[in-house]
């Protein structure tokens, strides 16, 4: 075989563990739009591009673990006993880590009851005696055993793509022996990470200085006894066994059963068609950048536009024009309701009138005009306008095209917050918000103000434009009557809900801030007390070194700069030390404090007001989610969440707080989707629906039987089935064993045939047409759902399971929000809706009211959907939010 054959071989399990924790702080960031991570995907890929062009490979193979059972374990139950599970979050990508390499040209491999290691010896060892040479690239030391002169095994040393390159010399070099004296060098000192146990107190220096004197471990135990007396020589012989046994354990398998010949590892390179349509998927642009693709632009380009002057002159031909216009109202800023309005748009799709000059909107014929609801309008994220024209004293009505919600409703995996994007969607070539304005510090409007009316010109154009085509695609797909009647309506609840703000009294927060600085200084006090110094609390490094070497607590992990201090960690040694749960409760009000006490007063207008941001077209269900701040997720499990509301006020004195919330929504619409008898019956007779589920699959003979145990497992296995839950995830949850919870699900479903059937005939659904849909007709596309790997797809069928239902119970409270709003105006009252927290609404009234309400909320919810089963409302009032729960 001709000299410059290279083969590479990489440690598929150890790099990607790597990978994951190498971009472990962008974890959120690299997500796909099923919810997929992709951070170990990327930078695994990162790392295999530098090292193709480094080396040059004609032959290629990444070899994996097949699963935890070697003939390793068979010899030693406890290998690699204590490692700590593998993050689902990395699970959930090595199936993807493997396609991507199929599609690069590069052959993956694994063998049961081997580890990769073994795959990796036994194939350098052929490609050795082959006359190649090799490249082994892995993030465990322990290969370097394999270092030949044909042979090097480069370590990642930092992340991924950073190795240090192991050669025979530069083994003899760092550690003073051969890399064969590798395994003697583990045999007497054993490993940490893989858990086996060598020698007592003999560590690396020990182990190297006694195998350059004696060769190996069987040179030492033959020269043993002519040692002196020694503990090192006690420890030897004690230990004998477990030095024989270890040295076993650390030596890779040279002649595995691996059925590869060389010739299949031949490396063809990238499949370019599937490798980017794969970097698509997964959202990778920087690597499609890289890849030398023609990028055809078969996009339209947009006609010449010519703008007219948006002055008197023009609002009286805007006013008597009869057609529907296009309305382009520019903010520029993140939050609309600080943001300064730069430019005006108005278009019936012939003549454009602009102007930079919001002086307009003072002239009444153009107010006037606006607000009339008989003059029909297209624009672009309809409540961000509203909310833009209320700051310069405006009213709008007669929208009749939201381009925004219905690009939305067409695809929620593609929620496009910017015309541009949803424009190139549908071939048409216009520039995207960041692409015009610039991001980051180079943000800015252009000084040429002909620049920025040609791009709301375009804008409008584009509106105009796709309006026909997107409003028949809704058609096609059922859903216009979600869009007229509850997305585009509801646009114009929740902007008058932000407008109108919650009133919230800092002097409260600012008490709390207080009284919160006294508790941690308290709880900080505490701790020095106990750890006999004082040190940072929130330095993970210096906390390790507290609770681990001085008040000496087991280490449960350690990450590559020390010890582990995770939640996790710390929950394992709440009951070692007292100094654990101080931690844990400082932490927890230390971030309350941070996050909300402290953070929300940023957030508080001059009107002593909170304006969140409802985005309406974020989520793939159709809940809705608050930002800027975000006031759906205050903690409220704990006391010190839960104060925060009482900052939350109504607006007048003599005012109340009042709240009705949804009672278990899910597994009504659960109840109404199966059909299922039983469930039904649970919820026609107003039984405790858990204490129920209990009964019935505990086989007891009423709910008296029911223990407190039983119905929380009963409760978690209630909304786990909702979720599309696994037998692992609910073992989790509820601290049983995988075996005794799959017996809980197989329980759960006989007692609730339907619910079973329901679940199967959803996939089933999914498969044939590749979505899934609320009861409103909301859709939610699954590309997954036929995807050859199993993790992939299985997250694709619970995603098919959980959609209709989570998305049919935020179809509901948008029903009733809607009707509410309406109700509130018809019957003439004062109060008004204030915020919507997940199954929840929350109003301020006037005492007076409060007696109406509690007749008048509950009715309009319980009717906003007629459901097989009756929806429950629950509610309550008092002096500020905390109250009114």
Request: hydrophobic share 40%; charged share 25%; with cysteine.
């Amino acid at each position: 075989m001709s000299k410059n054959k290279k083969l590479l071989l990489i440690d598929g399990n150890s790099v990607s563990f790597r990978a994951f924790f190498a971009m472990h702080n962008v974890l959120d960031k690299f997500v796909t739009g099923e919810g997929i991570h992709t951070n170990a995907l990327y930078a695994f890929n990162n790392m295999l591009e530098l090292i193709l062009k480094d080396e040059q490979p004609t032959h290629a193979l990444v070899a994996f673990d097949a699963g935890k059972t070697t003939f390793r374990t068979k010899m030693f139950d406890e290998y690699k006993g204590t490692r700590a599970k593998t993050p689902q979050e990395l699970m959930e990508q090595l199936p993807l880590i493997q396609e991507m390499l199929n599609y690069r040209g590069i052959k993956t491999y694994e063998l049961p009851d081997y580890e990769a290691d073994d795959i990796i010896g036994t194939m350098s060892r052929k490609a050795e005696a082959d006359g190649m040479d090799v490249t082994i690239i892995t993030g465990d030391r322990d290969l370097t055993q394999l270092t030949t002169d044909k042979v090097t095994v480069k370590v990642n040393v930092k992340g991924v793509t950073e190795t240090e390159a192991y050669t025979p010399e530069h083994v003899q070099e760092k550690l003073g022996i051969t890399p064969k004296q590798i395994i003697d060098m583990k045999g007497l000192m054993g490993d940490t990470s893989d858990h086996y146990p060598g020698v007592e107190k003999v560590g690396e220096k020990t182990a190297i200085k006694l195998i350059n004197e004696y060769g190996s471990v069987e040179g030492i135990y033959e020269h043993v006894d002519e040692m002196k007396k020694s503990k090192l020589k006690e420890h030897l012989i004690n230990d004998k066994d477990q030095a024989f046994l270890s040295k076993k354990l650390a030596t890779i398998n040279l002649e595995a059963p691996v059925e590869l010949t060389l010739g299949d590892l031949e490396y063809r390179g990238d499949n370019q068609e599937e490798l980017i349509q794969f970097y698509q998927k997964m959202n990778f642009k920087t690597f499609l950048n890289r890849m030398d693709v023609p990028q055809e632009d078969t996009a339209e380009a947009l006609a010449d536009i010519k703008v007219q002057d948006l002055d008197a002159d023009a609002i009286i031909k805007i006013v008597a024009n009869t057609k529907p216009q296009t309305l382009i109202v520019e903010g520029f800023g993140e939050n609309y309701h600080l943001a300064p309005i730069i430019g005006l748009m108005i278009s019936d799709g012939e003549n454009y009138y602009g102007t930079a000059d919001v002086s307009i909107l003072e002239n009444p014929s153009l107010k006037a005009w606006l607000a009339d609801k008989t003059k029909e309008k297209y624009l672009f994220d309809n409540k961000r306008t509203i909310a833009l024209l209320h700051r310069y004293g405006c009213e709008i009505d007669g929208i009749s095209f939201d381009m925004l919600l219905v690009a939305y409703l067409l695809d929620t995996n593609d929620n496009k917050q910017d015309i541009g994007l949803v424009a190139k969607n549908y071939n048409v070539n216009l520039p995207s918000e960041e692409e015009f304005y610039g991001k980051g510090v180079k943000k800015a409007v252009p000084e040429d103000t002909a620049i920025l009316l040609n791009f709301l010109a375009q804008k409008a154009q584009v509106i105009a434009t796709l309006k026909d085509k997107m409003m028949a695609e809704l058609k096609d797909n059922d859903q216009d009557s979600l869009y007229d009647e509850i997305e585009l309506p509801l646009s114009n609840v929740l902007a008058s809900m932000e407008i109108k703000g919650i009133t919230v009294e800092v002097s409260k927060l600012k008490e709390m801030e207080n009284t919160f600085a006294t508790r941690l200084a308290e709880i900080e006090k505490k701790i020095y007390q106990e750890a006999g110094k004082e040190f940072n609390i929130n330095s993970p490094k210096q906390l390790g070194v507290v609770l681990f070497e001085d008040l000496k607590l087991p280490v449960v992990k350690k990450t590559k700069t020390g010890y582990s201090t995770s939640v996790d960690v710390l929950d394992k040694l709440k009951d070692k030390s007292p100094v654990v749960q101080m931690v844990l409760d400082y932490r927890q009000i230390s971030k309350i404090q941070s996050t909300y006490v402290v953070g929300l007063q940023k957030f508080v207008q001059p009107d002593n007001r909170i304006h969140t941001i409802y985005l309406q077209t974020l989520t793939q269900t159709g809940r809705l989610s608050s930002i800027e701040p975000n006031l759906q997720n205050i903690p409220i499990r704990i006391d010190e969440g839960k104060q925060i509301r009482k900052a939350f006020v109504p607006q007048h004195e003599d005012w109340e707080i009042f709240s009705a919330d949804y009672s278990q929504v899910e597994l009504r619409v659960l109840a109404h989707i199966s059909g299922d008898e039983h469930m039904q019956e649970a919820f026609r007779e107003d039984y405790d629906i858990h204490a129920h589920t209990a009964m019935r699959i505990f086989g007891l003979n009423s709910t008296d039987e029911v223990t407190p145990n039983m119905r929380r497992q009963a409760k978690a296995t209630n909304f786990g089935i909702v979720y599309g839950i696994s037998d692992y995830g609910l073992s989790q949850n509820i601290g049983i064993s995988r075996k005794q919870a799959a017996a809980f699900i197989e329980s759960y479903f006989e007692q609730y045939p339907g619910v079973k059937k329901y679940m199967d005939d959803i996939v089933k659904y999914a498969r044939e047409n590749g979505y899934v849909e609320t009861i409103m007709h909301r859709r939610r596309y699954l590309p997954d759902i036929h995807s050859s790997n199993f993790n992939v797809r299985n997250f694709a069928q619970r995603t098919a399971m959980n959609t209709p239902i989570q998305g049919s119970a935020a179809d509901i409270i948008k029903v009733a929000m809607i009707n509410m709003q309406k109700m509130l105006k018809k019957e003439n009252l004062q109060a008004n809706l204030l915020l919507q927290v997940h199954d929840e609404m929350i109003f301020e009234a006037p005492k007076s009211e409060i007696e109406t309400l509690e007749k008048l909320v509950p009715s309009v919810m319980d009717s906003a959907v007629k459901l097989d089963v009756p929806l429950k409302v629950e509610t309550a009032h008092g002096q500020t939010w905390y109250e009114a729960k």
